[in-house]
C-alpha cells in the first residue's frame, strides 16, 4: 500500500476578520460627534466690535447669551431679530437663561457692541440681563485691526 504525500492544498490561507474592527471604529466616531460642542456664535453683519490690543479669547463659548448692539442703538439677538427695549431683552436673556441653568452651566451675557454705539446703549442691555439674573459679561472685541474688513 502506497502512501499519498500530503501537499497541503486543501487548506485555506489564514484571513483576518476586519468587520469587528470597522464596527470599532463606526463606534468611536460616533461616540466623539456626539460628545463634541460646536460652538458658533452668529456675527451680525452690522456691528463692528471695538479693538483691544489686550484681549483674550474666551475659552469656553457655552452659556452664552448674544446681544448685539448697534450704531444706531437697536438691539438685535444672535439670530438677528430686533429686541425694541429692556422688557424685551430682559424676557429674552431670562428665557436663555432658564435652558442655561437647565444644562448646568453659568450663562453669561455676550455683549456685541458697535465701536461708535453709545455706551449707555450697552449699559440698558447689561442692565436688562442683570433683571433676569445674568450678572457676568463678556464683551466681544477685535484683537487687531485685522478683524475688521
Known sequence: MAKKAYTGLDEE???IDMSPMIDMVFLLLIFFIVNATAIIVQTDPKVKPPIAKNSERQKDGRGRIVINVREDGTYTNEQFVILPGKEEITDMVKKYKEKIDSEGLKPKLHLRGDQATMFKYSRTAISAAADAGVTEVVFAVYET?????
Request: aromatic content about 0%; hydrophobic content about 25%.
Open 13 to 15: 490561507e489564514a484571513k
Open 145 to 149: 485691526h485685522r478683524g475688521l474688513k
